[in-house]
């Protein structure tokens, strides 16, 4: 028997997918549905990279398709499209640039670069193009963490080539000065300098920018949330009540600048014991996603409290990319599906695409 399109739609509207947590046809991923020689063919196209999901969404579709009984059994292809999103009213995109996301926290020290380089490495699996900005001026660790220190090059002494490692493309502030120079930075000069290290690299088309903002939530940061085009943010946190605390403060900051926040990272949730892999809440439990719901924002991850997290960061190894199979590698995985499949139901950017149109009410 053969089923009819309506059929098919009605069926593919019963899988609701646990990154988009919507449906494949609700989220405008269905582009056709073919039947020439006897066979279907149901054509997908993904607005986030699944070099990796892809196959799992394939199976889990082709399961949900089998009430149908058709037969042969009907061909599901998955094509990717990554497009821009919206940034914030009035701010430029960046030339080569199709999204960027900050990563953003309340406070130093809870992981944010930490995320920030195994986002991108998770990113770069699914078969994305990225790039990774270290505009923390307080701690630029990047360098370290993807293994990338030295001075950026220049082919024309003006602008900068980002520094590349494990296929990400990398601009540090650590790379332009020494790390052991203390740096006392005023509000316009860091964000003048940051402005700089974004917009005179050249990066080499990349779906994703990845920002690892400084913490906090003061002036320099909002200013740069003003200033630097951002498709979406993600507050990284440790689950005590503190951090939290300083959090919310990150949140207020998004929603004052009118950045969607995509989700929070709840970092150091729990510890597991290297010995014996007993896993413990030292700094309490459910912190992050009470903090979600109250805020209405999606929890995109939990992190354990992971010694083989922090050698690999600290040895310019992360994770993410040493560790492919291990159980954190599978949290930051499911992040950056999260992240990427929020944004693409975002609005795309029309900017230039448009004329400017004014709406006159006839009287
Ligand atoms: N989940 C984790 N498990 C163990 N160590 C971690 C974890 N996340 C971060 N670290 C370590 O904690 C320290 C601070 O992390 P970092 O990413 O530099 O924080 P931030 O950028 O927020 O200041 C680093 O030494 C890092 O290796
Ligand atoms: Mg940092
Ligand atoms: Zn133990």
Not at 50 to 71: D, I, K, P
Not at 149 to 171: A, H, L, N, T, V
Not at 301 to 327: A, F, K, M, Q, Y
């Amino acid at each position: 028997m053969t089923p009819t399109h309506d059929q098919i739609e009605a069926a593919l509207r019963t899988y609701r997918d646990p990154y988009l947590e919507t449906d494949v046809v609700t989220a405008g991923m269905l582009k056709s549905i073919g039947d020439t020689t006897g066979s279907i063919a149901i054509e997908l196209e993904a607005g986030f990279p699944l070099a990796r999901y892809g196959a799992t969404l394939r199976h889990e579709l082709s399961q949900t398709l089998a009430v149908l009984s058709a037969t042969p059994p009907p061909q599901i292809n998955i094509a990717t499209k990554i497009v821009s999103h919206a940034v914030q009213k009035g701010v430029k995109t960046l030339p080569g640039v199709k999204n960027t996301i900050a990563v953003a926290s309340g406070k130093g020290g809870v992981g944010k670069s930490t995320t920030a380089a195994n986002l991108a490495l998770a990113l770069r699996d699914e078969g994305a193009s990225v790039g990774l900005l270290d505009a923390d001026i307080y701690g630029p660790s990047q360098p370290r963490m993807l293994g990338c220190p030295g001075r950026p090059d220049s082919r024309d002494g003006k602008s900068m080539e980002p520094k590349e490692s494990y296929g990400i493309q990398c601009i540090s502030i650590g790379h332009l000065i020494e790390e052991d120079t203390p740096m006392i930075w005023r509000g316009p000069m860091a964000t003048s300098a940051l402005e700089q290290l974004l917009r005179e690299t050249n990066w080499r088309a990349l779906d994703y920018l990845i920002i690892d903002l400084p913490p906090g939530t003061g002036d320099i940061q909002l200013t740069l949330c003003q200033k630097v085009p951002l498709s979406g943010a993600i507050i990284v946190t440790t689950p005590q009540d503190i951090a939290l605390l300083d959090a919310r403060k990150g949140l207020k900051m998004f929603e004052k600048v009118e950045v969607p926040v995509l989700g929070i990272v709840e970092n150091m949730s729990v510890h597991v014991c290297s010995n014996c892999g007993h896993a413990e809440h030292i700094f309490g439990a459910g912190g992050g996603a009470s903090m979600a719901t109250q805020y209405g924002v999606p929890l995109l991850g939990c992190l354990p409290l992971d010694i083989r997290i922090r050698e690999g960061v600290d040895n310019g190894r992360p994770t993410v990319h040493t560790d492919p199979e291990s159980s954190a590698t599978q949290v930051y995985r499911e992040i950056a599906r999260r992240v990427t499949a929020k944004l693409a139901l975002r609005a795309k950017d029309y900017s230039g695409r448009f004329p400017n149109i004014v709406i006159q009410k006839n009287s």
